[in-house]
Structures are given as C-alpha cells and as structure tokens.
C-alpha cells in the first residue's frame, strides 16, 4: 500500500482601499455605469444608480486616467454642446486564491484550482465644460467598495450605467471573464455574498492575467476554460438592460506565489442618447451599426462587426432612449426603413451618426421618427399558431404603362375601380385590379407574367413555369407583393400574398379576443366581408350575424364615417365584392369576391387556390382557373 501524504494550504489576501476623491456635479444627463443595465426608466436616460457603498466599476464613460487601478472611465461629450470629463480612479481587484495539491508517491505532477475574488472601488471626479463658459463645481465624496463588497445593509449589487455621471455598478451574477496564455480560462461571477468568484484553469505563470466586462451576454457555457482561443457575441438587444464592454490586463503578471493583481478596466464602447418619436408599443431597431463582439484570446485584441442587418434594439415607446454603440465610422442618413418597430408595423430612417469612438459619451440625442408603414390597417391578424400579419388599406392595382408602370393599393378599402375591359392592355394608360394567377410583372419563368394579360390558356400562367410552384417559391418574385408598391413604402419585398392554409387558418381556427373573426355587410354602399382583429373588442361596433357564412351582406349597413370611427381605426379590414373577371368581361360585381391566394392546385393542371365568399357561402380554399382575373389584397408581416 503507497502511502499518501495530503497537505491542503489556504493563503486568503485581502486588499481595501479606502479613497476619498472630490466628485463635480454637473449639469448635462447622461452616464453610463458598467454591468447590466435597467433600461427602462425614461426620466433621465434609463440608467438608475446602484449603492454607493457598492460601486465596483470600470472608467467612468467620456474620460480616461493613467492610474494602476481598475475603473470605469467617463463617456466623452461630443465637442459644441459640452464636454464631459469624468475621471475614475481608486479601484482594484483583490485576487484570493487557494491551491490544492496533491503529492502521490513517484509522481510530481501537480494539479491547481485557482478561486478568484474580485472586488472593485470607484472614485470619480467628474467636470463639466461648457462651450462659452468654464464653471468651477463642488466636490461629494463618493464610499468606495472593499474587498468583501460590503454593501452597507443595501439589497445585493445593481448594476447601472447612470446617464448623468458615467458611474457602472454591479449586481449579484454580473460576470468577468478572464483571459491567460492566449486562452480564455474561465470566470468570475458576483454571488449572493457580494464576492466575484470563480475557478480558472491553468494560467500562465509571468504573463499578465486578462479581465473581460461583456454586458453579460455572452454565457459562460459558450466558452470552453483552458481551450477557447476565441469568443463572440452580439449586443443587438438593448430593451432591457445596456451590454457594457470593457477590457483590461492585470498590472501584475500572474505569479503563483502572488495572490493580489491590480488593473485599469477600459471602456471598448460608447454610451449614445437617441430621441425617439413613434405611437408604436414595440421595440424601436435601428440597422446599419456594428453589434458583434470578437475576442482573440491569443492576442487579446476586440475586433466589432456586423451580424445580420446591424441592428440595435432600443427600449419601446418615445422619449430619450439610450444605447451601447460598438466603435465604427460615421453613418450618413439611412434609407427608409432602416429604423422601424420590431412588430413591422412602424418604420422610418436612421439619422447621421458621427464616429463612435470607445468610450464615447454622445449626449445630443440623435432623432428617430417611427411611423405606422405606409399602406398598412392597424389592425394584427394571426394567420398561424405563431404568425401575424397586417393587411393592406385596399385591392391592389397597376397602371397600364410602359414608360412609367406602378403598383398601388386603392385609396379605401371599399374603393372599386370601374370595369374597363379596353384597360387590359400593355399601354392603355388605364389602371386595373383584377389579376390572373402569377403575372406580378417579373419576369420568373412562367410564359405569362404580365398583369395585363387575359389570355385564356392556364397552362401558361404557372409560377415559375412550374405547374406545382407557389407563389412564394424560389425567388419570391411571382407574388404581387414583392413589387414597390408606390403607396405601400415603395420598395420591394416588403408585402405578400396569403397561403390558402393561412386563409382558412383566419377565417376558420384562429381565436380572438371577442371570439369574433370576421361578418358580411355593406360598406359605403359596397357589399363585402369585414375580417376583425386579433384583438377586437365587441364594444367597438356590434356586428350582427358574425362568423355565419350563411348572413346576408345587408345584416350590417355601415356608412363611411361609422366604418372610418368606429371599426377601421381599431384595425378592421374590408373585403369588397369586386366579382371576377373572365376575358375583358367582369361578372358578378357585388354578389361575391375572390381573392387569389400564393398557393398553387398541383393536382388540376389549371388551378390555383384563392378565397371565396358571396352571400350566402365562403371557401378559404377554392380551386380556380389560373387565368381567370380575380382581387388581390397583399399583407405585411408582423416582424
């Protein structure tokens, strides 16, 4: 039997520092504190201050200091309305580490866990200069964190970013990671006894140890400890909270026989105030920002990019909306649709941004205006267990004309155009609004694709020149949608035609608020169907007769301000019985309407399917002759 000889040491160091430094106040909001933030305050910037007992944190945003401690530099003010200088000094990381060795007979190798604590103390001076105006402030004195993070009796940590002075703070299960020897070895996170704790993995000895802030969205399972050479994550979403990135070595380099390492932690972000306008409820995105994170363990270089469309998701609602920008170069205005709500029903144009530096603080308030999308009823309709969509103000048309072609929904939703069989043609300079089945105008494979087009023979009308293709197969191109509608937001791609499936999905499964879906009447004098929202309410308007495909059009006679007031304002939609065109000949105008769905009939060589309704019956799904004319009504997804 070999004998084992056990020997376990502790060594506990721990470090407090106790720094009295004058703290100016200032005028100008705005201040952005390292952690995970709660964004969801609007009076100043949606950033609250932690305790002050509790402050463990980087450079204070807009200012940077040369000391030998970590701290939360100051966000720099944009030069011409003020600048900003916040310094912060005084804090360090307190490194407690314990070694578990294990000696076995004829075998030296050794195993070793190291516990890393961490603790941060803030002190910051902060100073405002004005342009025109050079203003002496007073001094507080801010109570610095120690190493055991005593919080002074407060509830746990919170971490802010507070957009008046630049101050980070932090929560129980905030998150450093650490760096060492060109690999990522593990991380340190704030428990429920205000401590950073945490295992590493084999450091290197005489090499600096490398300390990561990431906003707490890059998970720790993501990163394999000793092995991991590289790391990235994605910011995109700021509604709730502000993902700081930060970044610093230990002054020291890692040493066995040392258990304390100082830092200077650096903001590799800035801190930038957006102005927002919109009546949506949704979450305000802008495209076109770098909102990608890459760390090279290997070198410990950050590099940020673009994943997706660069988008950057700011708290619902109006108002002044802070944000983390990653560094990039100026942006001129974006196009439309490069700012919108996140439900699609909203959009507008990214403003100008100047060149984001790292640490930045951008105070102006950058304005974003966020509209309803044009052509849209505000009205959602589930058309899938988890699908929604918006439907179009009206039918959709085309102007006959070489030169100048447009596509356009009709002004009203009960709006028809009156017949003209002579319209159909190539160059008549005349509008129309019925359709055969695929002739969005592009070109996609099928020998008929021109709106005009009347001939009889099916066969030719096939998507893609493929007897079993949808609509929205391939290239998308045959759905009337992907055109730029001119009143619709004008660029292409933005608009669909529903599936049969979805048809029936809406008129037949889905369940609202009022278990109401949908009711025949006469609008304006225009017999139809009136599809109701999701969300409709029975005390906007009482509908007789609803969800009977046996009612009459007359059970509901709606005038034009009534349907206007009471059931288009809250997003109800409006089918008109537009009849259906054969040839140049329309037939049955005000008895029933048909609507072409994206969906083709494989099993008939000349159908497709579209939804049906007259009087006394509806289908969602009727099979009919490709080549016939019939309405179309687009919608937009709700994103």
């Known amino acids: 039997m070999r004998n084992i000889k056990t020997k376990r040491k502790l060594k506990i160091v721990s470090l407090l520092f106790a720094l009295l430094l004058p703290i100016g106040t200032f005028a100008q909001g705005g201040l952005f504190q390292r952690g995970k933030v709660d964004n969801s305050n609007n009076s100043y910037g949606l950033f609250h201050r932690g305790s002050a007992f509790v402050e463990l944190n980087n450079e204070v945003f807009g200012t940077s200091t040369g000391t030998d401690y970590i701290t939360n530099e100051t966000f720099d003010a944009p030069i011409g309305s003020g600048v900003l200088f916040l310094f912060a000094t ?52 801010e109570d610095l964190v120690t190493i055991t993070l005593d919080v002074h009796g407060k509830e746990g940590l919170k971490v802010d970013v507070n957009t008046t002075t630049g101050t980070v703070t932090f929560e129980s299960g905030d998150i450093i990671h650490v760096g060492s020897g060109g690999k990522y070895v593990g991380a340190l996170t704030c428990d429920g006894d205000h401590h950073f704790v945490g295992n590493i993995m084999n450091p290197t000895e005489g090499q600096p140890l490398h300390f990561y802030f990431l906003g707490n969205v890059s998970p720790i399972e993501a990163l394999a400890s000793g092995s991991a050479e590289e790391g990235e994550f994605v910011i995109s979403d700021q509604t709730m909270h502000l993902p700081v990135v930060s970044y610093a070595p230990s002054n020291e380099n890692y040493s066995s026989g040392t258990s304390t390492y100082t830092s200077h932690l650096l903001n590799k972000c800035a801190l930038v105030k957006f102005n927002v306008t919109t009546e949506s409820d949704a979450a305000t995105c802008i495209k076109g920002l770098n909102n990608k994170v890459t760390i090279d363990f290997t070198d410990n270089t950050i590099t940020f990019s673009q994943a997706g469309e660069g988008e950057i998701m700011l708290p619902a609602g109006s108002g002044d909306r802070w944000a983390v920008l990653l560094p990039q170069a100026s942006l001129d205005e974006g196009v439309a649709g490069s700012a919108y709500a996140s439900d699609g029903a909203y959009t507008g144009v990214r403003p100008a941004l100047p060149e984001i530096d790292a640490n930045g603080y951008y105070a102006d308030g950058y304005a974003i205006a966020v509209n309803l999308y044009p052509g849209i009823i505000n009205g959602k309709f589930s058309v899938g267990q988890y699908r929604q969509v918006y439907f179009s103000k009206g039918n959709l048309r085309y102007y006959c004309n070489t030169a100048a072609p447009e ?220 080549h016939v004319g019939y309405s179309v009504r687009l919608v937009h997804d709700v994103e």
Request: hydrophobic share 35%; with cysteine.
């Open 90 to 141: 005084s804090a360090s990381y307190a490194i407690i580490k314990s070694r578990k060795r294990r000696k076995n007979q004829g075998d030296n190798k050794m195993r070793k866990t190291n516990i890393i604590l961490l603790a941060f103390a803030l002190l910051a001076i902060m100073n405002q200069c004005k342009k025109d105006d050079t203003q002496n402030v007073q001094n507080n004195t």
């Open 407 to 626: 596509w356009r929904f009709a002004d009203n939703q009960y709006d028809l155009l009156p017949f003209n069989g002579s319209a159909y043609s190539s160059n008549s300079g005349g509008w129309i609004d019925m359709f055969g089945w695929a002739t969005s105008g592009y070109n996609h494979g099928g020998t008929y694709y021109q709106p005009w087009i009347t001939d009889g023979w099916a066969p030719y009308y096939y998507a893609y020149g493929d007897r079993y293709c949808n609509l929205s197969d391939r290239t998308g191109t045959a759905d009337w949608g992907y055109n730029a509608i001119s009143n619709g937001g004008a660029t292409e791609n933005q608009w669909r035609t529903l599936a049969s499936s979805e048809w029936r999905y809406l008129l037949d499964v889905r369940t609202t608020t009022s278990y109401l879906r949908y009711a025949k009447a006469k609008v304006n004098g225009v017999n139809g169907m009136v599809l109701l929202p999701d969300d409709w309410d029975m005390s906007y308007y009482h509908l007789n007769s609803p969800n009977y495909y046996g009612s009459a059009f007359t059970s509901n006679i709606i005038d034009a301000d009534t349907w206007a007031s009471s059931l288009e304002s809250h997003g109800a939609v409006f089918l008109p019985a537009a009849g259906w065109r054969n040839y140049s000949t329309l037939y049955a105008l005000g008895e029933g309407g048909i609507y072409w769905t994206s969906t083709c009939d494989g099993s008939v060589e000349a159908g497709a399917y579209a939804m049906f309704f007259a009087s006394d019956s509806y289908s969602p799904e009727a099979t009919r002759g490709r």
